[in-house]
């Protein structure tokens, strides 16, 4: 039999041992660039005042908005990773979250080249919180699982790989040298009728593994079976066939529905609550009131959630805002803010001409298809719950605190996830769930509904951007200012966020992405202002990129025009320098050649471009579009990526197209507004998507700068999307857009 | 009531306004189908009662009483050798690699195969006329699109 982990080495004994502390420790270094920080800052406040302050603030921003994101250390032990069962099924063990991005299929592929098995006799799953890895690498978030995960995985494949082929050897009496590893099998080079499969060897291993302290040499990349090519995705015929379960179609045997009491207003609490009538309502059999909290628990979803409006109760503080004053909050004033980035000095650059423009962005919501939903089962001492979740390891905190248990007691399932896009970084459904498992001993099943998830989520917050710039008498870009002023991204407490990290950076680093200026500019600045409001926003794809990079690549639009250049043409003079600047002009070129820019479209068409660097992608993005008074429509969009080495190029396109889809609608279509203090749109009848009507026709080309994955692929291409309709808007008609969604009217 | 979903039938103890879309997913335990909106909006909750498409999140299950319901789960057909054998939609649907999250994707295989049925050569408008009351928020539309057509190829090819 394989090694199940509890019978492992001591090896994987003391890796399991030191969970806890690697957790620390990942954080630790998260932290580590925060706590240099703390001390300059400190230190700044009481020797140098403000302005050192500023210059702390500035230099820890740089680092937090060019440096990689934060992950968890992967377990040491590959049987954490794999188990290879005697009937020689590899059964891989995936820490990351399908929640359609593709990441199973793409880590596989990893995993499988190094490994060097059969495609055929794999089996993915999806790793759970008792599997060994810890909470902050099973975090699926920020386009970060490929390059995160890409040397560690082939690591830990090509160890398993060499254990194999020591026990292989010792088996047959040769030497390791001989051993050939070929399609989950060992043999002697040139002697197939040697081959034994890696299951028997496994199988027939006499004693316990020794997991090699150091790290075997890794394939080069020309000898990759897998990694580059499109292999088909592992989780689709479940998906086809409806058999694949997600967090809403949990069942287990026993369980009841419940349903949570939601505020009228955003951030108000419940002063007073009873059971009212609730308890006698069809179907309802508990009703749970507890600390701010009030719920039901039935034996039909239905009634669950009609019970809840039979409750009496009384509800205290809270915001009134209306949709006027958030508009009015969301702006860039002319004083104040934290800088975050500074080169050259913008104020006394040649100013024979001055260029300036204002931009906004609304809030939206996510408005993935499948609302939050979980399903708990709790004990005195242990607790169950799986979750349709990108954050197993936050949401086992959260459990850990709303029970008052150890973390250890509690096993988070994480479930495939019909969509996120950043809804799912939170905690929400999973504690409700969690809650009313415990107060009633019957597993809990919660699943919000639409008018829930759209009223009661975290949502992109709203931002506003105003850019200037000067020319010199000779038409050259010689300065460029780009002040942005939105709510919370990182600092809502919700998400992590909030006090500390607000003191420390000034600046809320997720909202200020795509903010950064990497045209090559004498005079740069930037400065972001936070202008929070009272109402929950977060993570939404693409975080600060989509606002940011509407308005900034807007911009570059408009100073092209006044500069009287060709708007590609114009991005090329200014292209970063070094290696960044060579990559934007390969996408610029690629994306010019695949639309034809050179010649003019059809009458009646209007063609617009767009070109961003976010998270260590190069995206060039071109779209045609046609225009009435009445609609915009984008026929036809050319979009060249850089992300270095790609794993699975179908994979890659399938995001490039979702991206620029998911990008039309919000750019066209989707606001969420808020009066007296709580959304107004509750379902798609008042909040539309894009359709297949909308859909452009799309051309990808994947360009590919480095040998290894330097960039993400779920969210860099959607931030170029909205500058690029409304440049091509500018391109047919005259007209500037500089508020979404866009209308013509 | 009793209900015939997938060619078998189900004795249900549900009230007269009980929606389908619960009691096939929580009575029946079919979680194929998908709730995504609660308004018939977005068509993830699609299935066919008597061959029609019809949103099951609106729908009373009374109203299905003596008819046939299909649903994701009753797409595909079993062979002689017992094997699954998926129904062309299905099979153009990973041929193209349409799903990313897939939440949808019941709706919209279940949409299409209806689809197919009434029009089994459809051209390009055809395909986004019939199609384009689903919402696909990963933004598959251009694969949808394709696979379908694919699709009726498949059926064709099978015929």
Redesign the interface.
Known sequence: MAKQPEQLSPEEQAAAAEKKARRAISRRRFLMVLGGGVGVLAVGAVLGGPTLVREARLAINQAFLTGAAPSGAPPKSPFVWFEITADNIAHLYIPKIE????IHTALTQIAADELELDWAQIQVHQADSARGFDGDLMFTFGSTSVTAMYQPIREIAATLREMLRAEAAAQMGRTTTEMVAVGSAFEVSGAPETRIAYGKIITDKQGEWSIPGTVPALKANSDFRYIGT?A??V???E????????G??V?VEGMV?GAVARPPRYGAKLKSATAGDAETQPGVIAVVIQDGFAGVIAS???QAQNAILHLALEWEGGTTISQAEIDSIVSVPAEGGTLIQRDGDVTSAANSKRIEARYRTPMAV??????QAAMATVTADSAVVYVSTQAPGLTREKIALALKLDEAKIEIIPT??????GRKTGADVGVEAALLAKATGRPVHV?W???EDMKYGYRRPPAANHLWATLDGEGNLTALHHGIASSDVLFNPEVGGGGFLETLLGADPLAAYGGLIHYNIPNRRVIYHTTRVPVPTAYWRGLGSFANTFASESFMDEIAFEAGIDPLEFRLRYKPEGDLGARYEAALTAASQLANWATPPAPGRGRGVAVTYDRGTVVALIVEVSGDEQRIRVHHAWCAVDPGLVINP??AI?QV??????GI?SALYERQVVENGMATNQ???DYP???????P??DVALLSSDDTPIGGMGEPVIGAVPAAISNAVFALMGLRLREMPFTLG | MELNVNGQTYEVEVSAD??LL?VL??TI???????????G??G?CSVHIDGMVMRSCITPAAIAVGKTIT???G??TVNDAGE?V?HPV?EA??EH?V????????GQ?MTAAAFLESNPTPNDDDI?AA???????????????SAVARAAQIAEDRA
């Not at chain 1, 998906?239 to 997600?246: D, E, H, L, M």
């Not at chain 1, 998507?689 to 859909?695: F, N």
């Not at chain 2, 335990?29 to 308004?39: A, D, R, S, V, Y």
């Open positions: 929640m359609g991005q593709g499109s088909p995705r989780d689709l015929r998906k086809v066939t409806g058999r694949a379960i997600y809403y179609d069942r529905y039909a979803r239905t996510h408005a993935q298809l499948e609302p495939y996830v019909g969509g996120a896009f699943g509904t639409r008018e179908d994979g399938a197209q979702g991206s620029i889809i998911m609608s379902n798609f009848n998507l894009a359709r297949m009507t909308d859909a026709t799309i | 009980d929606l619960w997913r929580d335990g079919l979680t194929g189908t998908k709730f995504g909106c609660g308004i909006v977005c993830s649903t994701i789960e797409l595909a699954e998926l299905q649907f990973i690699q799903p990313q999250c897939s939440w949808c994707m019941s295989m986004i199609m384009s009351n689903n919402t696909c928020r990963c933004g598959t539309y251009v694969r949808i699109r």
